[in-house]
Every structure is written in structure tokens, then in C-alpha cells.
């Protein structure tokens, strides 16, 4: 199969070291596996499967996701690269073992410079069925395990700080916090630390009867899913879906800060400048929420563990740190001071001149 040249000339496509298009007509597996960055160690990052509109759709997704885990993960400062996967989930019934092990087959045949492990619509147990096919795969079930608590974490962490700086408070008592996606899997466990540290929580999710319990529990109030925008807050912490800062909800923020576990929370690079013109202060979603990937480490080496992981995310705050007052002083936008800094140290690391990350 010929690669278009379009691929290439793709926005997102920056210099990815390897892209690889996998089929399988027999268990119907059309994938598509992007190597970023190997200047660190493996890529590593998680494999997505989803019903793309159009395959030109599922190779925008994979460039994206997969120079946005090069980005976490050198901003993380961990020994490994970044890429990540997709499939265009088969339509109609299919075997979902016998695809993932040709998943795993196409894994395996990059010898090593890309470990998968799941992201959105694939389960621990699918990385079982790929695990029979190639060794590189972690986010097993006997594995690391749910990697949420430690992502929600560094979020809390991160909360903390954003709250220092931009709002001058040395505590989270009584600081108004709205929280998106509040009953997920990070949001859960992040609205227990804030409440723990007596935020003023207002919350929101589309699973109505679970957000009235954790609500009821901690204390909180809540607010229907679109009204979030319009909360009077100190800090909007995003831990639903992406793009949800874009041209038709920024107006609507009455925050000082927005600082949360989603993935790609601003629709636009664009949107960073916007955010400072308003003088809304904003944590770059991939530098605060890369506790999940850090938790990962223990399941590629040992070395690893739980002090490691929580010396690391002691990292991530003084990151941030850096890059808001950089921010601050240089009056930029802190999702363009983040991604400069990030290019700059793979490209530091491609030169040699990055000490190996511990
Ligand atoms: P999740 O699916 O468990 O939680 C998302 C929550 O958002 C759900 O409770 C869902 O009901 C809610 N939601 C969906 N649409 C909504 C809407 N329109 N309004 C309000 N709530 C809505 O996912 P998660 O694992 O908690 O991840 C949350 C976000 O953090 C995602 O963007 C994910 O990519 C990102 N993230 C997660 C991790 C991790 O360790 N799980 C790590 C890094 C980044």
C-alpha cells in the first residue's frame, strides 16, 4: 500500500518517526499504529478504537494523540517516546480476541519501538488478547492497574499550584472549583481530594443519579451538563471531553483558571492566546494529567515504583510551575510556552544533549 503524500504534509504529521498502516482481512483489523518520538526509549501510549467517519478522520486522530504523548511524556521527563494507535472499529459483529491479536501482530512487527497499551474503547482485557501476539504491551489486568487515581493526583497537585499562582492562595479552603466529567474515573477521584482540602465544589456529568450521590457525599452542588460554562468559579476543571474550550464556550467563563485531566481541552492552539486576553490562567492538559503514564513505568520496569511514581509527580508540579511564570513573565500563552518546551527537549535529546531521564 502506497502512504498518500498528504500523510506527510499532514499538520499533525511532525516528523513521526514511523507510521504504520495494518490490515487484517481476516479478523477485519484496519489499524494504524504512529511512532513519534524514539529519542527517549519506546513510544509508548495507548491504542484508541473508534467508528471514524472516515479513515482520513482516524489518521487525524492517531498524529494528534500520538505527538501529544511525545509531548507528555518528555515534559514528564521519563525515559521513553511517544506514540499510540487506532483502530477503525469493524462495523457489525467481530471477534474481539482474534483482533487483537492481529493488533498485537502489528505491534510486535515494529520490534519493540512502540508498546500499546488501552485508551478509549479498549479494555485491560483486550491487551490480554494482544498480549499472546507481542510482549509489548502493558495496561494488563495483573498489571499497574487503573491508572486514574494517580492521574486524578497530579491533578490535585497541579490544582494546588495553579491556585498559588493564579489566584494567591496557599490553600484550597473555600476556593470555588467546577468540576466537569465529575463521576469518571479521574473526576471521582479528584473531587475527593478537593473535597478533602474544602474546595466549594460545584459538579457536573451526564450520569445524573451517580453525580447526586457523589454531590450528596461531598457536599457539593451541581449543575446541569451544559450550564457548567457559566459557573462563577475560581478554577474550571475539564475531566470530561476534549475541545471544550472553543469559540462558543470561552465567552461564557467567569473563571480565574482552568486546570483539569482532559485530553486536548483547548479546540485551537488559538484558544491559548484567548484564554491570557480574558486573563485566565491555563495548566496544559498534557503537563498536569500525565499521572497515568507515570503509574504505567511500573509495568516496563520494576524500578519503578510507588515512591518513584509519586517523585515524579512532585515533577509535574514544578513543571508547571516553570511554565506558568514563564507564562507570566514573558505575557504567552502557557499551551505555547508548554509545546516549546517539549519540542525543544526531544530535540535536545535527538541532539544528544539531554541527560536519560531516571
Ligand atoms: P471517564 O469516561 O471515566 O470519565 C468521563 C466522565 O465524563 C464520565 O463520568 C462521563 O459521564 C462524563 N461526561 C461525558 N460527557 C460529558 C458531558 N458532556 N458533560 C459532563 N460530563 C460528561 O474517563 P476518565 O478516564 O475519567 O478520563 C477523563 C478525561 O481525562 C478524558 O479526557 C481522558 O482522556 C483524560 N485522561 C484520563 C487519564 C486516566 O488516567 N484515566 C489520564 C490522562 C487523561
Not at 58 to 67: F, G, H, I, M, Y
Not at 213 to 240: H, M, N, Q
Not at 281 to 300: K, L, R, S
Request: aromatic letters at 6%; hydrophobic letters at 40%; one cysteine or more.
Amino acid at each position: 500500500m502506497s502512504v498518500p503524500a498528504s500523510v506527510f504534509e499532514h499538520p499533525a504529521f511532525d516528523n513521526h518517526e514511523k507510521v504504520l498502516f495494518a490490515t487484517d482481512p481476516a479478523t477485519g483489523l484496519q489499524a494504524i499504529l504512529a511512532v513519534h518520538s524514539t529519542v527517549r526509549g519506546p513510544a509508548v501510549g495507548g491504542c484508541r478504537m473508534w467508528s471514524y467517519d472516515s479513515p482520513a478522520d482516524a489518521v487525524t486522530d492517531v498524529l494528534r494523540l500520538s505527538q501529544g504523548m511525545s509531548y507528555k511524556n518528555i515534559m514528564a521527563d521519563l525515559p521513553i517516546g511517544g506514540g499510540k494507535s487506532v483502530i477503525i472499529k469493524p462495523k457489525g459483529d467481530f471477534d474481539r480476541d482474534a483482533l487483537f491479536q492481529a493488533f498485537g501482530r502489528a505491534v510486535d512487527s515494529l520490534g519493540g519501538h512502540y508498546i500499546s497499551a488501552e485508551d478509549v474503547g479498549v479494555s485491560p482485557a483486550d491487551m490480554l488478547s494482544a498480549r499472546r501476539t507481542t510482549r509489548h504491551v502493558v495496561g494488563l489486568p495483573d498489571g499497574t492497574g487503573d491508572p486514574s487515581p494517580t492521574t486524578a493526583k497530579g491533578v490535585f497537585l497541579g490544582i494546588q499550584l495553579v491556585a498559588e499562582k493564579a489566584l494567591g492562595k496557599s490553600s484550597l479552603e473555600g476556593v470555588k472549583i467546577a468540576v466537569q466529567g465529575a463521576t469518571g474515573h479521574v473526576g471521582s477521584y479528584l473531587c475527593e481530594h478537593l473535597a478533602k482540602a474544602g474546595a466549594d465544589l460545584t459538579l457536573t456529568d451526564i450520569h445524573e443519579d451517580a453525580l447526586q450521590a457523589l454531590a450528596a457525599k461531598l457536599g457539593a452542588k451541581t449543575v446541569g451538563k451544559d450550564d457548567i460554562y457559566d459557573v462563577e468559579a475560581d478554577i474550571f476543571a475539564p475531566c470530561a471531553l476534549g475541545s471544550i474550550i472553543n469559540e462558543k464556550t470561552i465567552d461564557r467563563l467567569k473563571v480565574r483558571a482552568i486546570a483539569g485531566a482532559a485530553n486536548n481541552q483547548l479546540a485551537t492552539r488559538e484558544m491559548g492566546a484567548e484564554l491570557m486576553k480574558r486573563k485566565v490562567a491555563y495548566a496544559p492538559d498534557y503537563v498536569i494529567n500525565a499521572g497515568g503514564i507515570i503509574n504505567i513505568m511500573g509495568e516496563i520496569d520494576s524500578r519503578f515504583d510507588k515512591k518513584w511514581v509519586e517523585g515524579k509527580l512532585q515533577g509535574l508540579k514544578a513543571t508547571l510551575a516553570e511554565i506558568l511564570d514563564t507564562a507570566e513573565n514573558e505575557g504567552r500563552p502557557a499551551n505555547l510556552i508548554a509545546d516549546e518546551i517539549a519540542r525543544q527537549r526531544i530535540e535536545d535529546a535527538r541532539a544528544g544533549k539531554l541527560q536519560a531521564a531516571e
